[in-house]
Nanobody, 121 residues
């Protein structure tokens, strides 16, 4: 079973920055698209940003200009650099990855356990 392990969340003041990391742990044949989603209390999980294996990126309007998604394929890792954080960015941030475990299985989506981000003074 693939495990996605997120790190980097925490408490930050408005205007501050955080860098989230998510590493896929175990031998993996191939990783397709990777992404970050978030879920605020009482709200549905929403897309923050995605990145394809070819480094094409897509951002939610709320993230454009402030957040940057990137990946290191050699490390099976995806990052989310978050700048100019606002209180409304407070949420649990989840990593998602489309993973192929071997050459004959299709890609399957996996989720991490989430890392909390709190933006507050």
């Amino acid at each position: 079973q693939v495990q996605l392990v997120e790190s980097g969340g925490g408490l930050v003041q408005p205007g501050g920055s955080l860098r989230l990391s998510c590493v896929a742990s175990r031998n993996i044949y191939s990783i397709g698209a990777m992404g970050w989603y978030r879920q605020a209390p009482g709200k549905q999980r929403e897309l923050v940003a995605t990145i394809t294996s070819g480094d094409n990126t897509n951002y939610a309007d709320s993230a454009k200009g402030r957040f940057t998604i990137s990946r290191d394929n050699a490390k099976n890792t995806v990052y989310l650099q978050m700048n100019s954080l606002k209180p409304e960015d407070t949420a649990v941030y989840y990593c998602n990855a489309d993973v192929k475990l071997n050459g004959w299985l299709p890609f399957r989506g996996y989720w991490g356990q989430g890392t909390p981000v709190t933006v507050s003074s």
